[in-house]
């Protein structure tokens, strides 16, 4: 049965949101709109609807602005049909139908995180066991404790065990045999990383061994040991090791791409942190590009570190990375359209609507609420008495009256200069919400959709002022 669409809104929406739908034709789905008879579709409730709207006859759906604060269960109980929230803002109504309305599925990946402590011999067990716990919250699966050169690590077996006790999965990273031997005898689950000098090791004890090249480049003693160890039946990852931009970056790529078709049923790891770490780059970015070679050579294991500031975000970027690569690996789609989390300076579509839009809608305004809108021109701040656009967001304070309102000032003052932001990096915004960085920063704790929010530190400032 062909679907029939219910869109519900307010009068100031109807326009943009009958302009949108038209342009999306009647091809897939029949539709309609409705309008609730408020203003502003936002402040409509469930028993708004309830009272003011009745579907058209034959309705299979029902589509409320994404900022309503509507219970859809409530009205899907009411309406006897499925009642769901859109996205926030109308121009994404065509992304979001041409996706089923559903998001993408980024619950799954296949490639496991090896979270290096560089300076575990430095540390107390219970400081490892700390920064173990906080790396395995961002995202990690396997906590790496990094030897460090002529340095002793005599508390390595009792780290072990205590990360072990505590649920961890462990690998010992050094090119000190002994130390590798000390870790394989407390229980780590990984060695690295063991060349064709040190592959012993891999045959006296039960870790999974990672093995390198004995020298870097030699791509022969690589495969050499990787056919030794899959000839005995012993489980094993390959790193072909990622060299630094200008110290063989370029070559390196290449090395992986041909250990994979020379061995393409082996297990891989790449440690990423020689360009993250070595790269005067936003490392979001350069991180998205490694795990797409990965996700297409096949490498399920990638050992990362963070040492540089601007590599803070390490974790939480391979995380989504991964989720995402791996998305669209299985739809066997380009990684483009399963979300914003890779994501962080510029968004995909930043400016929702047109100037001209913004000004019809502004025309409409009837009370002294100021409306903070960003469009390509600049920063809008409308009410029925005013419509001024610029792009500094200290030009509008001599335009606003707002001198003699401290709480108004200071509100206006903080938008102003998030919109500012916004414009200037080409990110969307939306007035009272905090910009959206990805996962380059923690998101705002998640609201409730069917509550409206409590006034803000200036407005109840101003109430308890004039005694409200």
């Given at each position: 049965m062909r679907e029939c669409l219910c869109l519900i809104t307010g009068h100031m929406a109807k326009p943009r949101l009958?302009?949108?739908?038209?342009?999306?034709?009647?091809?897939?789905?029949?539709?309609?709109?409705?309008?609730?008879?408020?203003?502003?579709?936002?402040?409509?409730?469930?028993?708004?609807?309830?009272?003011?709207?009745?579907?058209?006859?034959?309705?299979?759906?029902?589509?409320?602005?994404?900022?309503?604060?509507?219970?859809?269960?409530?009205?899907?109980?009411?309406?006897?049909?499925?009642?769901?929230?859109?996205?926030?803002?109308?121009?994404?109504?065509?992304?979001?139908?041409?996706?089923?309305?559903?998001?993408?599925?980024?619950?799954?990946?296949?490639?496991?995180?090896?979270?290096?402590?560089?300076?575990?011999?430095?540390?107390?067990?219970?400081?490892?066991?700390?920064?173990?716990?906080?790396?395995?919250?961002?995202?990690?699966?396997?906590?790496?404790?990094?030897?460090?050169?002529?340095?002793?690590?005599?508390?390595?077996?009792?780290?072990?065990?205590?990360?072990?006790?505590?649920?961890?999965?462990?690998?010992v990273d050094s090119f000190s045999r002994d130390e590798l031997e000390r870790g394989a005898k407390a229980g780590a689950d990984f060695l690295l990383s063991l060349n064709e000098d040190t592959l012993e090791l891999a045959f006296d004890h039960p870790a999974v061994p990672v093995i390198v090249p004995t020298r870097p480049g030699d791509m022969a003693s690589l495969i050499r040991a990787a056919e030794r160890l899959a000839a005995a039946g012993k489980p094993f990852m390959a790193d072909p090791i990622l060299e630094p931009i200008h110290f063989g970056f370029t070559a390196s790529i290449a090395r992986y791409?041909?250990?994979?078709?020379?061995?393409?049923?082996?297990?891989?790891?790449?440690?990423?942190?020689?360009?993250?770490?070595?790269?005067?780059?936003?490392?979001?970015?350069?991180?998205?590009?490694?795990?797409?070679?990965?996700?297409?050579?096949?490498?399920?294991?990638?050992?990362?570190?963070?040492?540089?500031?601007?590599?803070?975000?390490?974790?939480?970027?391979?995380?989504?990375a991964r989720r995402l690569m791996y998305a669209a690996k299985m739809d066997d789609a380009l990684p483009k359209g399963y979300g914003a989390a890779l994501l962080a300076l510029h968004d995909k579509r930043p400016f929702p609507n047109a100037p001209a839009d913004i000004a019809a809608v502004a025309a409409q305004v009837r009370d002294a609420n100021f409306r903070i809108e960003v469009a390509e021109d600049g920063i809008h701040v409308y009410n029925r008495d005013l419509h001024v656009v610029d792009t500094d967001a200290l030009a509008f304070f001599p335009k606003l009256g707002v001198e003699a309102d401290g709480g108004h000032a200071f509100y206006l003052g903080q938008e102003l200069a998030k919109a500012e932001v916004a414009w200037r990096l080409g990110k969307r915004y939306v007035q009272d919400e905090p910009l959206a960085w990805g996962c380059a920063a923690d998101p705002p704790a998640a609201e409730d959709s069917t509550v409206f929010k409590e006034a803000g530190h200036t407005l109840r400032a101003k109430r308890y002022k004039d005694g409200a």
């Open positions: 009958t302009k949108v739908m038209e342009s999306l034709g009647r091809d897939a789905f029949d539709w309609t709109i409705v309008d609730a008879g408020v203003k502003v579709a936002a402040l409509m409730t469930e028993e708004i609807i309830r009272r003011r709207v009745s579907l058209p006859e034959g309705t299979s759906r029902v589509i409320l602005p994404g900022r309503c604060r509507a219970n859809v269960d409530v009205l899907s109980r009411h309406f006897g049909v499925p009642v769901a929230r859109g996205p926030d803002e109308i121009v994404d109504l065509p992304a979001f139908f041409g996706r089923g309305a559903q998001p993408p599925d980024l619950s799954r990946h296949d490639l496991t995180l090896f979270a290096e402590i560089v300076d575990a011999p430095h540390l107390a067990p219970a400081e490892i066991l700390a920064r173990a716990a906080a790396l395995r919250t961002k995202g990690a699966d396997v906590i790496d404790l990094g030897g460090l050169p002529d340095t002793p690590f005599p508390h390595l077996e009792a780290t072990v065990g205590l990360l072990k006790g505590e649920g961890f999965r462990v690998s791409a041909e250990f994979r078709r020379l061995m393409p049923q082996a297990e891989m790891l790449m440690g990423t942190g020689n360009l993250t770490e070595l790269t005067d780059a936003d490392s979001l970015g350069v991180t998205a590009v490694l795990l797409g070679i990965c996700s297409e050579l096949s490498i399920r294991n990638v050992l990362l570190v963070q040492v540089s500031p601007h590599t803070r975000r390490t974790i939480e970027e391979h995380d989504a």
